[in-house]
T-cell receptor, first 113, second 113 residues
Framework: GQQLNQSPQSMFIQEGEDVSMNCTSSSIFNTWLWYKQDPGEGPVLLIALYKAGELTSNGRLTAQFGITRKDSFLNISASIPSDVGIYFCAGQGGETSYDKVIFGPGTSLSVIP | DTGVSQNPRHKITKRGQNVTFRCDPISEHNRLYWYRQTLGQGPEFLTYFQNEAQLEKSRLLSDRFSAERPKGSFSTLEIQRTEQGDSAMYLC???????????FGPGTRLTVL
């Protein structure tokens, strides 16, 4: 089945720094999604990308849908303590069931004040 | 608050016992999804419903697992004869149609001793 890889696995950064994380897939998706999960909570959708090459921003977050449809990145600018959490990329559609969302293993972000 | 709710939030059981979890989706959402999440991993799709119809089941969903959504509103996930490998966070999500965001509940954390 389709698998997603995320890098880095974890990050420790100073408050105010910019962050960049990546997601790659073994096969194509029609939609890329980025979620954030806080401890003890379910994931919350941050950004959704629907077209290859699409670049979308949501406040300090920017994400891009790779041209090959097999990768995506998420950037966070000027990090703040509340950015701490686990960031998951996810793909939907493509070679899987249209409705099923496939999640990556996550990138754990720690922000040092 | 009219978000997705799950009960119980935590469940500790002995191996071999049966457990049942409940998910109440956002009221107008016709799609309901179940995921399993183990430590250090992203959520893995288990099954989903459109209204009361169960449309897809993952190979992860062994015959000890059964999910229902009898009236197209709340859903239950039952695990029979629990095993230690069933220990995980069980997440429920709902959406209004296939193209719309899946909203996640806080999850039920199952520990099988």
């Amino acid at each position: 089945g389709q698998q997603l890889n995320q890098s880095p696995q974890s990050m420790f950064i100073q408050e105010g720094e910019d962050v960049s994380m990546n997601c790659t897939s073994s096969s194509i998706f029609n939609t890329w999604l980025w979620y954030k999960q806080d401890p003890g909570e379910g994931p919350v959708l941050l950004i959704a990308l629907y077209k290859a090459g699409e670049l979308t921003s949501n406040g300090r977050l920017t994400a891009q849908f790779g041209i090959t449809r097999k990768d995506s990145f998420l950037n966070i600018s000027a990090s703040i303590p509340s950015d701490v959490g686990i960031y998951f990329c996810a793909g939907q559609g493509g070679e899987t069931s249209y409705d099923k969302v496939i999640f990556g293993p996550g990138t754990s972000l720690s922000v040092i004040p | 608050d009219t978000g997705v709710s799950q009960n119980p939030r935590h469940k500790i059981t002995k191996r071999g016992q049966n457990v049942t979890f409940r998910c109440d989706p956002i009221s107008e959402h016709n799609r309901l999804y179940w995921y399993r999440q183990t430590l250090g991993q992203g959520p893995e799709f288990l099954t989903y419903f459109q209204n009361e119809a169960q449309l897809e089941k993952s190979r992860l969903l062994s015959d000890r697992f059964s999910a229902e959504r009898p009236k197209g509103s709340f859903s239950t996930l039952e695990i029979q004869r629990t095993e230690q490998g069933d220990s995980a966070m069980y997440l429920c999500a709902s959406s209004l149609g296939v193209d719309n965001e899946q909203f996640f509940g806080p999850g039920t954390r199952l520990t099988v001793l």
